[in-house]
């Protein structure tokens, strides 16, 4: 029997493990594509666009939009998993065998545990570092007009400087806040005067100061000026830029402690960072709820009737998981929860509904 068991469950997990292996790449083909389209749309006006590079870009782009909808990806092949077990009947040769649910479910707990466990270590580094590849392709693709396209700002920073205090607003940033794109600066003396306001295509930090690229400076009083490079005098250092101009998804994980412990030595607010950091953590304990809540909407047998209904269910718990997961995000960003409550109030909430539905599905 113990050997039944071991057989049975490698069977179930390989199964497992191919039906979100399908789901994931099917999707990752579909967002590729889709992206592609919308790449060469967008550049459809540049002459001579190169479609290599328009696929680079959409190919670098694809992996972190897919880190988001990994959830859904172990959730739709749970479910895919275990209907396809229930219509050939096999659930219900091996129930006959004495096997019940929660051995049914354990090896794709595991794995989807374990898939946590790579995602978080190992494939949200890599799509941090693809992202900030495919910034850098696109900036090739479109020019002047990738800091409109790539943007995901406005971001917003502050500086001070023996000259005075500025304020910095830019469209985007790449390579972790050290380029940004459509910037402007606001420049005041040390008694708080407006002096000048610096508007460039592009800004580039280097040792003390900001290089910056088609820049054009107004003075009160002056006509304004245009330079092809100009030079601002900063006390930002790169560690400090990434504080306020990277945004939490594109930091890798093995890099959010360091930028955590920068935030608090620096006094700024490292919110977002903690509660990106927390839920990588719980990545793999929201992927095995996954299994839970999708298994509990997938065991029903065939004959029974009702699965459209019991399909449809899985797909708006996991829906309405996905709602609750932005609302505690948008209310860490806003300080009004704790970035841990925030991070493992989804996973405690789509786990114990699984738990709770299939205790009451198999025990009573």
Excluded at 72 to 89: P, Q
Excluded at 225 to 254: C, G, I, M, N, Y
């Amino acid at each position: 029997m113990q050997m039944i068991g071991r057989t049975l469950g490698r069977y179930i997990g390989l199964r497992f493990l191919s039906a979100v292996s399908l789901v994931f790449a099917g999707i990752f083909v579909l967002v590729a594509l889709v992206d592609y389209i919308e790449t060469m749309r967008r550049a459809s006006e540049i002459p001579h666009v190169s479609a290599l590079l328009a696929a680079k870009t959409s190919f670098y782009r694809v992996p972190q939009i897919i880190e988001r909808v990994t959830p859904f990806c172990v959730l739709i092949g749970t479910m895919v998993c275990y209907l396809n077990l229930s219509r050939r009947l096999e659930l219900v040769i091996a129930r006959a065998a004495g096997v019940s649910a929660w051995q049914f479910i354990s090896p794709a707990v595991i794995v989807a545990f374990l898939l946590g466990v790579v995602a978080t270590t190992a494939y949200n580094p890599l799509s941090a570092i693809m992202q900030e590849q495919s910034k850098r392709y696109e900036a090739i693709l479109f020019g002047e007009k990738s800091a409109e396209l790539q943007g995901r700002g406005p971001f917003w920073s502050s500086q001070r400087s023996s000259e005075g205090q500025a304020i910095i607003n830019a469209k985007a940033s790449r390579d972790q806040g050290v380029n940004l794109a459509g910037v402007t600066f606001f420049m005041f003396d040390n008694d708080g005067r407006f002096t000048q306001r610096v508007d460039a295509r592009s800004a580039t930090l280097e040792p003390g100061v900001w290089r910056l690229i088609d820049a054009r400076v107004n003075r009160p009083g002056t006509l304004p000026a245009t330079h092809a490079v100009f030079e601002l005098k900063t006390s930002l250092t790169p560690e400090q830029a990434r504080e306020s101009f990277a945004t939490p998804e594109t930091v890798p994980f093995w890099d959010l402690p360091a930028y955590i412990t920068i935030a608090d030595h620096a006094g700024l607010v490292a919110a977002g960072y903690r509660y990106q950091f927390q839920k990588l953590i719980a990545q793999p304990f929201l992927l095995a709820a996954m299994v839970f809540l999708a298994a509990s909407v997938s065991l029903r047998f065939f004959r029974f009737g009702g699965v459209q209904k019991m399909i449809l269910s899985g797909v708006a718990a996991g829906f309405l998981l996905y709602v609750l997961s932005k609302v505690t995000e948008d209310m860490t960003k806003a300080e009004l929860m704790l970035p841990v409550a925030a991070a493992w109030l989804p996973v405690l909430a789509g786990g114990l509904t699984g738990f709770i539905a299939l205790l009451y599905q198999e025990d009573g």
